[in-house]
C-alpha cells in the first residue's frame, strides 16, 4: 500500500499542471478523507495562478513534487512536458495517476512497464476501462469500446472556437480538439491499445446514429466480423455525454436480460450517461493506495496510435506551435503497422513543415522538422529505430 510513512498518515498527492482538470481536482482534493494536496508543479510565474484552494503550494522544481508526495496525478496536456515530468517521479519510485489520453498513446507504453502508471477514471477512457470491468464481473464479452460524441466538424474556423471557449471556460486549443475529433480519436486509441481492442478502419467508423443503441449495434457487427473487440464511437447528437459497451452474453440469461430491460439481444448496450473528470480521479488514486493496481495504460505493445493529419495545404517553411488543437493539423487513428513513418500528433510542438503537405495528407517523419525533446527519443525507442 502506498502510504505518506504511517499507516495514519494522510496519503499526500501531488499535481502535475495548473490547468481546467488540474484545479478542479485540486479543489475535489479538499474534500477527501485520507488525503491531502502535495506540491503543484507548474511552470507559471505563482503570481499568475489563480482559484487554487488556500494552501495550496505551487513548485517549479519536480524535485519538489517528488519530495513532497506520496503519488503524482499528471493533468498537464502538454506530452513534452508531461513525459520529463513522468520519468522522473516514476525513477523515484513514485506511482503516475494520469488524465492525459494524449500522454498516454504517444510516449506511456514506455512507462508502461516500469511501474505503476494508469490513467484515472474520469474521462472517458478510464471510465470505459471501468465500465468494462464491470461487465465482465457480470459475464458479459465485451464487442464495442464506445465513446459517444455529439457533434464533429475537421475544420472549425478560428473564431468559432474563439466562441465556444470564451463560453465552456476553456483554452481554444482544447475546443478544438474536441470538435475537430483529434479529443476522441486520442480516447479512443488508449482504450484500443489498453483494453486489447482492435479498430475497424483508419480514422475510425464513428457511425452518426441519433439512436445511439442502433450505432452500438452497427459497430458490434464490425467487431464481430473482425471476431475481435473494437474500440470507436458513435456521432449521436442528443445523446449524453458518456460511454458505451455493446457486449454479448450467455443466451441463457436472455428472458432475464429481457425483464432487466436490456432489450431481445444478442446484443446489449451497457450505458454510462456520465463522466466527470475532476470528481472520479479520487477513485483511481484510492484505488492505486489500497494496492488495486492498473486501472487503464497503453500497454507495453501498442498497435494503434495517433497521426497528423493536414487539414489544409502546408508549405515548406510553416511554422507549426503545437499540433493538438491546431487550425492546420489533426488527430486520426493508425494501425503502427500500416503507417509506421506516420508523425503522433502529440509530438508536434514547434515543428516547421519540410516539404510541401497536400490536405487530407498523413504527415510523415520526414515531413517535419521536430524538435530534440525525451518524447521523441522515446518515441523512437518505442518504434525500435
Not at 55 to 77: H, M, N, P, T, Y
Not at 204 to 223: F, M, S, Y
Amino acid at each position: 500500500m502506498y502510504s505518506g510513512g504511517e499507516e495514519s498518515d494522510p496519503l499526500r498527492v501531488g499535481v502535475v499542471g495548473t490547468g481546467f482538470i488540474a484545479r478542479g481536482l485540486l479543489i475535489a482534493l479538499s474534500g477527501q478523507d485520507g488525503m491531502v494536496t502535495g506540491p503543484v508543479l507548474t511552470r507559471r510565474p505563482p503570481g499568475e495562478i489563480a482559484g487554487f484552494p488556500e494552501g495550496v503550494r505551487a513548485v517549479g522544481a519536480v524535485e519538489d513534487l517528488i519530495d513532497g508526495s506520496d503519488i503524482v496525478v499528471e493533468c498537464s496536456g502538454d506530452v513534452l512536458h508531461a513525459t520529463g515530468v513522468i520519468e522522473e517521479v516514476m525513477a523515484a519510485g513514485l506511482p503516475v495517476v494520469t488524465m492525459d489520453a494524449e500522454v498516454q498513446v504517444t510516449t506511456g507504453s514506455y512507462f508502461a512497464g516500469k511501474g505503476l502508471f494508469t490513467e484515472a477514471e474520469g474521462d472517458q477512457p478510464g471510465c470505459l476501462a471501468a465500465l468494462r470491468e464491470d461487465a465482465v464481473q457480470m459475464g458479459f464479452h465485451p464487442l464495442v469500446y464506445g465513446n459517444i460524441k455529439g457533434y464533429l466538424n475537421h475544420t472549425p474556423t478560428p473564431e468559432e472556437m474563439d466562441f465556444w471557449a470564451k463560453k465552456q471556460g476553456i483554452r481554444p486549443d482544447k475546443v478544438t480538439a474536441f470538435t475537430d475529433g483529434t479529443k476522441v480519436q486520442i480516447e479512443q486509441a488508449l482504450v484500443a491499445n489498453g483494453l486489447g481492442a482492435g479498430i475497424l478502419r483508419p480514422g475510425l467508423l464513428g457511425p452518426e446514429n441519433p439512436d445511439l443503441e442502433a450505432g452500438a449495434r452497427l459497430l458490434a457487427e464490425g467487431a464481430l466480423r473482425m471476431d475481435r473487440a473494437v474500440s470507436d464511437y458513435v456521432l449521436s447528437p442528443g445523446s449524453p455525454a458518456g460511454v458505451f459497451i455493446a457486449a454479448l452474453h450467455d443466451e441463457r440469461f436472455a428472458d432475464y436480460l429481457r425483464y432487466y430491460k436490456m432489450g431481445d439481444g444478442p446484443v446489449y448496450t451497457l450505458l454510462r450517461t456520465f463522466h466527470l473528470c475532476n470528481l472520479e480521479i479520487a477513485k483511481t488514486i484510492r484505488r492505486v493506495a489500497s494496492g488495486g493496481g492498473v486501472l487503464l495504460n497503453n500497454g507495453t505493445d501498442p498497435e494503434i496510435s495517433v497521426a497528423a493529419i493536414a487539414k489544409c495545404d502546408l508549405e515548406p517553411g510553416t511554422a507549426i506551435r503545437r499540433g493538438i488543437g491546431s487550425f492546420v493539423v489533426r488527430g486520426s487513428c493508425v494501425r503502427i503497422a500500416d503507417a509506421p513513418e506516420h508523425v503522433p500528433i502529440g509530438l508536434i510542438t514547434d515543428a516547421v513543415v519540410r516539404k510541401k503537405v497536400r490536405t487530407g495528407d498523413l504527415l510523415s517523419m520526414d515531413d517535419l522538422d521536430l524538435p530534440s525533446s525525451r518524447a521523441l527519443e522515446i518515441w523512437e525507442i518505442l518504434q525500435g529505430r
